[in-house]
């Protein structure tokens, strides 16, 4: 008769092999202020192309469309980093175009970082957050 001393280790403790959970493809109907954010950021990054060709800003400017049109397509691909980047503008823009309306009291301004805002409200939700891969 014998005596094991070294029972085997038990396995409760450590990590199992990683099984992927099936997830189901998010469609992009699901989300429609993605696409109107994403249109929106097309209709930015024209005007400002439209601004800097009339010769009223510098050239070096054309780096925020590139930046918008990336942010859009990318959004619309349900990317990530997309949607920190388009967050990023979206942030940046509502409190440029609130400064603008502070210093010249014209409405629009206000209208166009009320947008801003409101866009950045979506972008933030969790449940959008979520299904971005």
Do not use: C
């Amino acid at each position: 008769m014998s005596i094991e001393t070294n029972p085997k280790p038990s396995t409760a403790g450590l990590p199992g092999p990683r099984v992927k959970p099936k997830v189901e493809p998010v469609k992009l109907s699901k989300l429609p202020g993605l696409v109107a954010i994403s249109f929106y950021m097309i209709l930015l990054a024209g005007f400002t192309v439209v601004r800097i060709l009339s010769d009223h800003d510098q050239p070096l400017l054309l780096i925020f469309p590139i930046l918008f049109v990336a942010g859009a397509l990318g959004l619309l691909l349900l990317l990530r980093w997309a949607w920190a980047l388009t967050l990023a503008a979206v942030a940046l823009s509502a409190g440029s175009f609130l400064w603008s309306y502070t210093t010249q009291h014209a409405v629009h301004f206000l209208v166009h970082g009320i947008f801003n805002l409101v866009f950045f409200l979506y972008l933030v939700r969790s449940d959008v957050r979520e299904k971005l891969h």
